[in-house]
C-alpha cells in the first residue's frame, strides 16, 4: 500500500498569511494525488487535482504544484474561510490512501 | 442537480449488518466509479470501497470479506451493504464519485454509523 504523509499536521496561521502544506508519498505516483478541504458536518471539498489543476469554482488563492512523490499545496492571502483541515489523496493504486490531514486554525 | 444523498445511518449492536444508500441526481452512477470513504470521530479520511463501471469492486483490507459496495441501475443508487460491524467502524460515512484521475470530485453529505452495545 502506499503511505501519505503530510507536514505540518497543524498550522497556525491569520488572516492573509501565505500557507503552505506539503504532502509525500510512500513511492511515485506521477501526478495521481489530489487536495481537498474539510469542514466539521461537511462534506469534503475538492480543490486541486492531478497535482496542480484547481477545481472549477476553487478561489485562484489556493494552488498545487509537485510530482513523483512530493507535493504541496497553498494558500495566498488566506481567508475566514480557509480555516480547515486539508487532506491529500493519491489515486495511483488501491487502496486510495488520503495523508493523514493538516489542521489550518486561527492564530 | 448533480448531487449525492446518503441515507441509512444510525445506532447499530457489534456483528449487526446495516446498508446505507447514497441517490444520485443529475448524472448516471452506471456511468461512473463510484466509492465510499469514512471518518472515524476524531480521525482522517479513510477510503473503504470501489466500484468501477464494469462492476467489479476494490475495498480496503479494514473492511474486506464485511462490506459490500453495489449499485442499482434502475434506481440511480449506490449502497454499502456492512456487516458483522465492529466498534471501529464507528464513523460518518460518505459516497463520492470517481472523475478523471481517479480524483473524488462530488462528495455525498455523509451519514453516521454508531457501532455500541
Known amino acids: 500500500d502506499i503511505q501519505m504523509t503530510q507536514s505540518p499536521s497543524n498550522l497556525s496561521a491569520s488572516v492573509g498569511d501565505r500557507v503552505s502544506i506539503t504532502c509525500r508519498a510512500s513511492?511515485?505516483?506521477?501526478?495521481?494525488l489530489h487536495w481537498y478541504q474539510h469542514k466539521p458536518g461537511k462534506a469534503p471539498k475538492l480543490l486541486v487535482y492531478?497535482?496542480?489543476t484547481l477545481q472549477s469554482g476553487v478561489p485562484s488563492r489556493f494552488s498545487g504544484s509537485g510530482s513523483g512523490a512530493d507535493f504541496t499545496l497553498t494558500i495566498n492571502s488566506l481567508q475566514p474561510e480557509d480555516f480547515a483541515t486539508y487532506y491529500c489523496q493519491q489515486s495511483y493504486s488501491t487502496p486510495f490512501t488520503f495523508g493523514p490531514g493538516t489542521k489550518v486554525d486561527i492564530k | 442537480e448533480v448531487q449525492l444523498v446518503v441515507s441509512g445511518g444510525g445506532l447499530i449492536q457489534p456483528e449487526g449488518s446495516l446498508r446505507l444508500s447514497c441517490a444520485a441526481s443529475g448524472f448516471s452512477v452506471s456511468d461512473n466509479d463510484m466509492n465510499w470513504v469514512r471518518q472515524a470521530p476524531g480521525k482522517g479520511l479513510e477510503w473503504v470501497s470501489f466500484?468501477?463501471?464494469?462492476?467489479?469492486?476494490n475495498d480496503a483490507d479494514s473492511v474486506k470479506g464485511r462490506f459490500t459496495i453495489s449499485r442499482d441501475d434502475s434506481k440511480n443508487t449506490l449502497y454499502l451493504q456492512m456487516n458483522s460491524l465492529r466498534h471501529e467502524d464507528t464513523a460518518v460515512y460518505y459516497c463520492?464519485?470517481?472523475?478523471?484521475?481517479?480524483?473524488?470530485?462530488?462528495w455525498g453529505q455523509g451519514a453516521l454509523v454508531t457501532v455500541s452495545s
Open positions: 492531478a497535482a496542480s
Open positions: 513511492q511515485i505516483i506521477s501526478k495521481y
Open positions: 463520492a464519485r470517481m472523475a478523471m484521475f481517479g480524483v473524488l470530485d462530488l
Open positions: 466500484i468501477y463501471t464494469g462492476g467489479s469492486t
